[in-house]
């Protein structure tokens, strides 16, 4: 009779043990170094689905048959299937974070004929849960890649049976086991808290039977991010309606003498055509809603364009040079939309008529060597105030 290779299994129970208590210690560590949160830390949820596919080691099949009696042997593999994964996160900062879930490879298998006449059928299932940081580098304000590096605790669960000349003495071997994880992938934000991924991830995997392999796994999955921050909206207010002015009453001539005239009346003083308000007035360090002192400073402004004949307004929000290029045009240009709907909702302007953008730290106040230092310690922070600023223009003043 030809009979495949086996091996009894041990008890698991003290090793899965000994395996969660390190991946709980692992998660505690990398939670406990993140000493400095960034205004883009959050929780998250997400899942994935896909195709994995598996090596399957034909040679080492063939060669167990054939040392055990067959002349010669057919294989044919199943070697994908389709696969899923649900996970969780917590995002330290716009670069790093911590990343846990479960996953299931799904089913594959094997079917190898062989003479004398018989045949051996064999499947593995595989499932487990995984621990892994995670590396993000953004391209765009939308557009990111990352890579993860971690470990995988996964069950195998195995599956043998013969016919004919094949005899299995171990039909259902199983293990469990912790391996290497890696992975690559692209992530496109639809939102402030909607992303979508694309991923190529690698799972080493005990097989149950003495051999190590790899398994891949290409996914497309949707995350969900908690908290995430939306600027202040601003409620519309309706437009004053405008203010009565009688006509000028037609001179008389009473007498050869001119009538005296009444005194004009007092003219307003121009509206500045350009203002400057402190971004740490208006908002928090880092943020793109308004505070109640910085509503008071645009109350004042809108009420002094009232009643002014003007052709556009330009609000442009400039950041220090503290962060990255990305995230400092998304902080800037917030900011500046945030002081256009504020101003469209308080003075009853057109929308059309207001233009906000962002301009990142491209122009600062402060000059070369003014400021040293890379860090974004409290002195750097006090020293660059001036460069943090929105810049209100008002064209076309009469």
Same mark, same amino acid.
């Given at each position: 009779?030809?009979?495949?290779?086996?091996?009894?299994?041990?008890?698991?129970?003290?090793?899965?043990?000994?395996?969660?208590?390190?991946?709980?210690?692992?998660?505690?560590?990398?939670?406990?170094?993140?000493?400095?949160?960034?205004?883009?830390?959050?929780?998250?949820? *997400?899942?994935?689905? *896909?195709?994995?596919?598996?090596?399957?080691?034909?040679?080492?099949?063939?060669?167990?048959?054939?040392?055990?009696?067959?002349?010669?042997?057919?294989?044919?593999?199943?070697?994908?299937?389709?696969?899923?994964?649900?996970?969780?996160?917590?995002?330290?900062?716009?670069?790093?974070?911590?990343?846990?879930?479960?996953?299931?490879? *799904?089913?594959? #298998?094997?079917?190898?004929?062989?003479?004398?006449? #018989?045949?051996?059928?064999?499947?593995?299932?595989?499932?487990?849960?995984?621990?892994?940081? +995670?590396?993000?580098?953004?391209?765009?304000?939308?557009?990111?890649?990352?890579?993860?590096?971690?470990?995988?605790?996964?069950?195998?669960?195995?599956?043998?049976?013969?016919?004919?000349?094949?005899?299995?003495?171990?039909?259902?071997?199983?293990?469990?086991?912790?391996?290497?994880?890696?992975?690559?992938?692209?992530?496109?934000?639809?939102?402030?808290?909607?992303?979508?991924?694309?991923?190529?991830?690698?799972?080493?995997?005990?097989?149950?039977?003495?051999?190590?392999?790899?398994?891949?796994?290409?996914?497309?999955?949707?995350?969900?991010?908690?908290?995430?921050?939306?600027?202040?909206?601003?409620?519309?207010?309706?437009?004053?309606?405008?203010?009565?002015?009688?006509?000028?009453?037609?001179? +008389?001539?009473?007498?050869?003498?001119?009538?005296?005239?009444?005194?004009?009346?007092?003219?307003?003083?121009?509206?500045?055509?350009?203002?400057?308000?402190?971004?740490?007035?208006?908002?928090?360090?880092?943020?793109?809603?308004?505070?109640?002192?910085?509503?008071?400073?645009?109350?004042?402004?809108?009420?002094?364009?009232?009643?002014?004949?003007?052709?556009?307004?330009?609000?442009?929000?400039?950041?220090?040079?503290?962060?990255?290029?990305?995230?400092?045009?998304?902080?800037?240009?917030?900011?500046?939309?945030? +002081?256009?709907?504020?101003?469209?909702?308080?003075? *009853?302007?057109?929308?059309?008529?207001?233009?906000?953008?962002?301009?990142?730290?491209?122009?600062?106040?402060?000059?070369?060597?003014?400021?040293?230092?890379?860090?974004?310690?409290?002195?750097?922070?006090?020293?660059?105030?001036?460069?943090?600023?929105?810049?209100?223009?008002?064209?076309?003043?009469?």
């Amino acid at each position: 009779m030809v009979t495949p290779p086996g091996e009894d299994m041990k008890s698991e129970k003290a090793k899965f043990a000994r395996v969660s208590g390190k991946l709980s210690l692992i998660a505690l560590a990398v939670m406990a170094s993140a000493v400095a949160m960034a205004d883009d830390s959050a929780w998250y949820l *997400g899942a994935n689905i *896909g195709q994995s596919k598996a090596s399957i080691d034909d040679a080492r099949i063939s060669n167990g048959l054939v040392g055990a009696g067959a002349t010669s042997i057919s294989i044919s593999d199943d070697d994908r299937d389709q696969a899923y994964k649900i996970y969780g996160g917590y995002q330290f900062n716009r670069y790093f974070a911590l990343e846990g879930g479960y996953f299931d490879l *799904g089913r594959f #298998g094997f079917r190898a004929d062989t003479v004398p006449a #018989g045949t051996l059928n064999g499947t593995i299932d595989l499932r487990g849960l995984n621990l892994e940081l +995670v590396g993000t580098v953004p391209i765009t304000e939308k557009f990111s890649a990352f890579g993860r590096v971690g470990a995988n605790y996964a069950e195998a669960r195995d599956n043998f049976s013969g016919t004919g000349a094949v005899r299995v003495f171990n039909a259902s071997p199983d293990t469990r086991d912790t391996n290497l994880k890696l992975g690559l992938g692209l992530q496109y934000a639809f939102t402030d808290s909607v992303a979508m991924r694309a991923e190529v991830e690698r799972y080493r995997i005990n097989d149950a039977v003495g051999k190590k392999g790899d398994v891949d796994f290409v996914s497309v999955g949707l995350v969900y991010r908690f908290g995430a921050k939306t600027p202040t909206p601003v409620a519309r207010a309706q437009a004053p309606a405008p203010a009565y002015i009688a006509p000028a009453a037609l001179p +008389v001539a009473v007498s050869p003498a001119p009538a005296p005239q009444a005194p004009p009346p007092p003219v307003k003083p121009p509206m500045p055509t350009k203002v400057t308000f402190s971004a740490d007035s208006l908002f928090d360090f880092g943020q793109a809603g308004l505070k109640p002192g910085g509503q008071e400073r645009l109350d004042q402004f809108a009420a002094d364009l009232r009643g002014t004949d003007f052709d556009v307004i330009t609000v442009t929000g400039h950041t220090d040079r503290i962060g990255s290029h990305a995230y400092n045009m998304k902080l800037s240009t917030r900011r500046a939309e945030t +002081v256009k709907g504020y101003l469209v909702g308080h003075t *009853g302007l057109a929308d059309s008529k207001i233009v906000a953008k962002g301009v990142d730290g491209a122009d600062p106040v402060t000059k070369p060597g003014d400021c040293p230092g890379k860090k974004a310690s409290k002195a750097l922070i006090a020293c660059l105030q001036p460069d943090r600023r929105v810049e209100v223009e008002v064209s076309g003043t009469r």
